[in-house]
């Protein structure tokens, strides 16, 4: 079957990867992709936020599966699109409806989805620009640090930890009054700070069942030892030693089953990735965020652990048979370490020219913010591979994913040191 990609990261590389292996694969496309994806597949000069585009793209190409990769088109709606027009009921939709995606597109939607499904996350209230006194007043009630998170997308930035109360207020102005991240902060959501270790776990579902699929930690911050700005994330590892099989099962007992459980009474409509992002506090983990698609970088450890077919289980998912079905993982451990361009996440320059691919050995290179051009592969984005090696010790795939990085080279390229680095102690 010909299958249709939305993406263009370092996740959409893993996952091309990994279904260019699928014996049930046809042709695979790639809106837009990237230079990594066009060894695997053919990539598509499409904004896969124009529905129609994408709809007649599907249509001339025979696409039968179409994969969402990033969380804008889903919020946007692209499963429901095809639904709703008649002439595309046959092409199936990998991710959520936009009713289902709001668990990402609203903060305040996913706060009260938990409420009532009494999963476990932070107390919370939120506010619009007519309620900035009762803000004011509920962060004073509040111990330091404070978290201020816009409602809506906002790339991954819209969360503020302030740890003095004129920094919150400043905040809570900035994104109410000033709209700083746009109409995404014209609700912001105040919650309680949680003291512990993040992790990320995620399951397919087809809105009723759930397989989960093994658990990562991403590094946020720019700079070792988890210093400088917040990113998208700058290196991953899977497994998470701290998330061993006793807390796996809290986290199934107490949010999983609950989340999916309220996924199915609710009747939204859901065939996809779900994506938990946890606090560890003390051994009981809380839901910090939900995403509604694959991490990335945690795809880029993730997938390549998966023994399955990737294509048979994204059929599985979106023809609601995961009853029957088996995750199988690969027991080593994946490291992967971001390249990113100088001055990432703030501004940084594109097009330069990436040297050092062909010296990689026993490690994969996902490209994430990248093009080809007359031959060369350039830069194109803030991060720009993703580099994994996969071995049974961590300490080895550490090894051999900085052994990878050294060999590749652009103008301003940096990359964190210690992916793993404080996980390695426990292997
Ligand atoms: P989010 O976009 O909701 O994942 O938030 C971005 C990052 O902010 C998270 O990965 C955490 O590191 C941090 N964060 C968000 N909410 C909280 C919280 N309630 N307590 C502590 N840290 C948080
Ligand atoms: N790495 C975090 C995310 O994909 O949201």
Do not use: W
């Not at 087809?206 to 930690?217: E, H, I, M, S, Y």
Request: with cysteine; aromatic share 8%; net charge neutral.
């Amino acid at each position: 079957m010909n299958v249709l990609l939305i993406g263009g990261g370092g996740r959409e590389h893993a996952i091309a990867y990994a279904l260019a292996q699928s014996k049930l694969l046809g042709q695979l496309f790639v809106a837009p992709g990237n230079a990594g994806t066009a060894m695997v597949g053919t990539n598509l000069d499409l904004n896969p936020l124009d529905f129609d585009a994408v709809a007649s793209l599907a249509l001339k190409k025979n696409i039968q599966l179409i994969i969402v990769g990033p969380e804008q088109p889903l919020v946007d709606g692209i499963g429901d699109h095809f639904i709703r027009d008649p002439r595309l009921s046959h092409i199936q939709v990998f991710g959520p409806s936009a009713k289902a995606a709001l668990l990402e597109g609203s903060k305040e939607f996913a706060k009260a989805f938990m409420r009532r499904h009494q999963v476990p996350t932070a107390s919370a209230r939120s506010f619009n620009i007519a309620e900035i006194a009762e803000a004011k007043e509920f962060l004073g009630t509040l111990k330091p640090p404070y978290v201020l998170k816009a409602d809506g997308l906002a790339a991954g930035k819209g969360v503020i930890i302030a740890n003095h109360i004129s920094q919150a207020h400043q905040a809570l102005e900035d994104m109410l009054v000033k709209e700083k991240f746009g109409r995404a902060s014209q609700v912001v959501v105040i919650e309680e700070f949680l003291h512990g270790e993040e992790c990320s776990v995620f399951a397919i579902t087809d809105g009723k069942r759930f397989k989960l699929l093994p658990p990562a930690k991403d590094y946020k911050r720019a700079n070792d030892g988890d210093q400088g700005l917040n990113t998208g994330g700058m290196g991953c590892v899977s497994p998470v030693p701290f998330a061993d099989q006793q807390f796996m099962e809290k986290v199934t007992r107490r949010i999983v089953i609950p989340t999916i459980n309220g996924i199915e009474k609710e009747n939204l409509d859901y065939k996809g990735f779900l994506f938990f992002g946890l606090m560890n506090v003390k051994g009981d983990p809380y839901v910090v965020e939900y995403n509604v698609r694959m991490g990335d970088p945690e795809a880029q450890v993730v997938i390549p652990r998966l023994k399955n077919d990737l294509l048979e289980m994204c059929l599985n998912t979106v023809n609601g048979k995961l009853k029957d079905y088996t995750v199988l993982t690969d027991q080593q451990y994946a490291v992967s370490v971001i390249a990113a361009s100088g001055g990432y996440p703030e501004k940084y320059e594109k097009g330069k020219v990436i040297n050092g691919l062909d010296q990689v050995e026993q490690a994969i290179v996902y490209h994430a913010g990248t093009r080809e051009d007359k031959g060369k592969v350039l830069t194109n984005g803030g991060r720009v591979l993703a580099v994994t090696a996969i071995d049974k010790s961590l300490a080895m795939a550490r090894k051999n994913a900085y052994h990878a990085v050294e060999k590749i080279h652009f103008d301003n390229m940096f990359y964190r040191r210690d992916i793993g680095g404080e996980l390695d102690t426990k292997d």
